[in-house]
């Protein structure tokens, strides 16, 4: 699932009522927009001022090598977070199958 390409009108009208209370449904479908809003200017990279003077600032990093090193270093913990991200998705959807099946999770 991209993130990115969440449709929030759709989620709006989306039968979430077997997973949220009404209550908790209503208050949803009134916030979509601000959902909407916080996900549209959320940071999703860091900006090129930051990625010089805080991640790669000469004062840390001061050779090009050393640069090059801790780029992979950055570029290994988003591949990380990734994966990490997409193995609790399995298990949830796991999860999620096994209680839509009535089987109890030991």
Not at 19 to 48: C, F, G, M, P
Not at 67 to 75: A, D, L, P, S, Y
């Amino acid at each position: 699932m991209q993130v990115a390409n969440l449709d929030y009108d759709k989620l709006a009208l989306a039968d979430l009522g077997i997973v949220l209370a009404k209550d908790d449904l209503s208050y949803i479908r009134n916030v979509t927009s601000e959902l909407k809003r916080a996900h549209d200017h959320q940071v999703k990279w860091r900006s090129k001022f930051i990625m010089e003077n805080g991640i790669l600032s000469d004062q840390k990093f001061p050779t090009p090598a050393s640069k090059w090193f801790q780029c992979i270093r950055e570029e290994l913990v988003f591949w990380e977070e990734l994966v990490r991200t997409a193995i609790q998705y399995s298990r949830a959807k796991i999860n999620k199958e096994k209680l839509e099946l009535g089987i109890t999770i030991t």
